[in-house]
């Protein structure tokens, strides 16, 4: 592995890569760090298959009149590209790989509690995307990644079964990983480790954890309960036999709103560690944050109404789901502001991860802002089912998670592979992805506001600028995306060996080596100092 | 796992060595108790979710088809869903004994208990397997066999026959997955079984029967809301 390296390393110390070789020594490891890049391999084959959808998709929208593909294709188009994105990359993107690697790390741990169920967590993920991908090759599924019903049930006939199949068995890999993780926050903490000294990113996986806990589950007996109906042809959500469509709407968005928490929760924490370690600065108002994050995740339990508000619910289920919409604003807000104000007078530096922390803030509040708009009664009925909904939830998941994922990547990719990347390559790449995401999802705020529904396949030719420059912006980040792939494969190989703490940052993490070992450290650490021990003075000099 | 601990003094080392079934990301067995209990403890927080999802369903649907749901509770044979509560129950009280017989290091014991544990679980599966004999001579499987005659369902007004399927559906989805989970139990006792009877616990490790015995409680209690809200609702008695 390390044959053809420029610098030669002689006495290249045992560490968790080298351990051991042969691919065995991979798919049967119960090592976190083995696992984490079983999942980050795994995880971008599968971002890479759904961006392919999402390119098609662009190129169908160039023309008014649909360039590429029939309206049935291309329904069977922003499904697979939603069902994928969300349930194989999105959710397990930052958990699964970064939290796996860096969870025992950071509270100076040899391993998760329990390493054997981290595995099958992989496993149970690769078995539930091979369902996925048969239904995408098989005829593919249409109903949109939310499988309303009656499209799922009723009116289906395409690959409904086998794609609840696929995410009903990957939903237990979620809760394998979250369960692994509060036990392990609770459990084997290194001593003096209290609540208040963890960093950020613990705090963001451990409520993370809590949703994949509680709200995966739900998800799981509803695609259970569908997946029934389907194959034995009875009423559970068919009004024709008595059954309640606004039923499985509840219960599917009882998982899949708390779901976008699981997505963006872990990329704040990632941008507090960032964003602490190129200031140079404890993090402002610390427990505030740690407090913000449990709010988030309590809150995100009761506003699931809020996909509802034009299906019938009753007028005061929509009034109280508006208010508690609303109030999740609140600890959202007070996360980019302590942010800021940890900017603020910071020995600020310029790297790649904090290129992307600064662009996660930026894009998460446009985001968040407009998902006021959305919580509105009457905006929403305006607004709902349109582009500004796709371009709202684009701007969290994409603008607020991928950048989130992204910056902790290369925060934190010296220290996986104990290689450094090209800085230059990597701060071009962070831009290209940032104006590419803008010039994407900005038109779509407008054509949503002007009418533009989405998930049609055709289009009014009045609105044929905008997406045109949709799909231009989506060809820019779709550039920007293989540039970090490319210059992130290349490191492994060539890239000089990373020190034991390329950043200068505080943490458990950056006190073992580069790679870790595979028990992680010599000597189990006792910690004695608050997190974000920055001292002003240690100013880097850059 | 060719792991090493660090540096511990040899009496630690002594100790370590000595305490088989220790893996090695714990400090010891202690520790490692206290992870696997709340590990179960979350797991079946999870579950509770996971059977929420459907009870929610269920109520739901109760409450607005009563009438035709309530004409269903009626063909399910209280007799022997009554039997299958005490059998359950007695099975609680053999698994806590077997738990209690693994921390005193009682071998005999706990291989007793465990046996007896499964023979009552097996008594509850054979109930069931009989009642669900007894809907497919009665016809009213929805979606395999669903053709119920004039005299079984007789007293639901004709109406209401498709929303008494669905008290079939919950019914069959609910025990289904209950059965499911017992079955799970099974394996897991008869896995502690070998292992007791290999002698792999001692007053010090016994983890996984407590983690079982967790698992097996909660099933229990999951048939506990069951039995009322699917046998118990026909007014007859």
């Not at chain 1, 990957?170 to 459990?187: P, Q, R």
């Not at chain 1, 407009?370 to 969290?396: C, E, M, P, Q, R």
């Not at chain 1, 580069?514 to 100092?529: G, Q, R, Y």
Request: proline share 5%; net charge neutral.
């Amino acid at each position: 592995m390390s044959t053809a390296t420029h610098v030669p390393r002689v006495h290249a110390p045992r560490n968790y890569l080298n351990a051991d070789y042969g691919w065995k020594s991979w798919l049967f490891t119960l090592d976190h760090k083995r696992i984490a890049l079983l999942y980050l391999v795994s995880i971008t084959f599968f971002f890479v298959v759904g961006g392919f959808f999402a390119m098609l998709m662009r190129i169908q929208l160039i023309e008014p009149s649909g360039a590429i593909v029939q309206p049935e294709t291309y329904n069977k188009l922003f499904t697979l590209h939603g069902i994928i994105m969300v349930f194989f990359f999105l959710i397990p993107s930052i958990p699964a790989v970064l939290g796996n690697f860096l969870v025992p790390l950071m509270i100076g741990a040899r391993d998760l509690a329990f390493p054997k169920l981290n595995l099958l967590s992989w496993y149970i993920y690769i078995l539930g995307g091979m369902f996925t991908l048969y239904s995408a090759l098989a005829g593919g599924v249409d109903t949109g990644w939310t499988f309303y019903t009656p499209y799922s049930s009723l009116y289906s006939n395409t690959q409904v079964t086998a794609v609840a199949i696929g995410v009903f068995i990957t939903g237990f890999s979620s809760i394998l990983t979250g369960l692994n993780f509060i036990v392990t926050i609770h459990k084997m903490r290194a001593p003096g480790l209290t609540w208040f000294r963890l960093p950020l990113f613990i705090w963001a996986m451990y409520a993370t954890s809590v949703i994949m806990v509680l709200g995966t589950p739900v998800l799981a007996i509803t695609l259970f309960l569908l997946a029934l109906e389907h194959l034995l042809h009875v009423g559970i959500f068919s009004p024709s036999l008595g059954g309640d469509p606004l039923l499985f709407q509840h219960l599917f968005w009882f998982y899949s709103h708390p779901a976008v928490y699981i997505m963006i929760l872990p990329a704040m924490g990632v941008v507090s560690e960032i964003i602490a370690c190129f200031s140079r600065k404890r993090i402002f108002g610390y427990k505030i944050v740690c407090f913000s994050t449990i709010a988030i995740a309590v809150l995100g339990f009761f506003v699931w109404g809020h996909h509802m508000f034009v299906t019938g619910q009753s007028i005061y289920e929509g009034l109280i789901f508006s208010l508690l919409s609303f109030l999740v604003a609140i600890p959202s807000a007070i996360k980019v502001f302590n942010w800021t104000a940890t900017l603020y007078k910071g020995s600020i530096s310029y790297d790649a991860p904090m290129l992307y922390a600064l662009g996660f803030i930026g894009l998460f509040t446009m985001g968040g802002l407009t998902g006021l708009f959305l919580a509105s009664l009457a905006t929403d009925v305006h607004l709902n089912g349109t582009y500004f909904v796709v371009a709202h939830f684009h701007y969290i998941m994409v603008g607020g998670a991928v950048m989130g994922y992204l910056g902790g990547l290369h925060f934190w990719w010296p220290k996986i592979t104990g290689r450094k990347y090209p800085n230059g390559w990597a701060m071009i790449a962070a831009a290209v992805i940032f104006i590419g995401f803008n010039l994407t999802f900005f038109p779509q705020f407008v054509l949503g506001y002007l009418g533009m529904p989405r998930r049609y396949a055709f289009y009014p030719a009045e609105f044929q600028v905008l997406n045109v420059m949709s799909s231009a912006g989506a060809t820019v980040m779709g550039v920007g995306y293989l540039i970090p792939l490319i210059y992130l494969i290349w490191s492994m190989r060539y890239g000089p060996p990373a020190e034991e703490n390329p950043w200068g940052a505080t943490g458990l993490e950056w006190k073992t080596a580069s790679p870790p070992p595979t028990d992680n450290f010599k000597e189990i650490p006792i910690v004695t100092e608050e997190a974000y021990a920055y001292a002003p003075e240690e100013a880097s000099g850059d | 796992m060719l792991r090493r601990r660090p540096a511990v003094t040899d009496a630690e080392a002594q100790a370590h060595s000595e305490h088989v079934g220790l893996m090695h990301q714990f400090e010891d067995l202690d520790q490692q108790l206290d992870t696997d209990t709340l590990g179960i403890w979350v797991f079946l927080v999870t579950e509770i979710m996971f059977f929420g999802g459907m009870f929610t369903a269920y109520v739901l649907y109760r409450g607005l088809y009563f009438m035709a749901f309530e004409g269903g509770s009626r063909i399910l044979d209280v007799r022997l869903g009554a039997t299958n509560t005490a059998v359950l129950i007695a099975s609680s009280l053999t698994m806590v004994l077997s738990v209690r017989a693994a921390q005193t290091g009682n071998r005999r014991a706990l291989i007793g208990f465990l046996i007896a544990t499964m023979i009552l679980g097996s008594v509850f599966l054979g109930i069931k397997g009989f009642e669900y004999h007894q809907k497919f001579v009665e016809h009213v499987v929805p979606g395999l066999d669903w053709a119920p005659e004039g005299a079984t369902l007789a007293h639901i007004a004709p109406g209401g026959l498709g929303h008494a399927q669905m008290f079939f559906i919950f019914y069959f989805a609910m025990t289904g997955l209950h059965a499911i989970h017992m079955i799970i139990g099974m394996g897991l006792l008869l896995w502690l079984l070998v292992r007791a009877y290999r002698n792999r616990f001692t007053p010090h490790y016994f983890a996984p029967v407590e983690v079982v015995a967790l698992y097996w409680h909660f099933v229990d209690i999951v048939w506990i809301f069951l039995f009322p809200l699917l046998y118990l609702i026909g007014g007859r008695y």
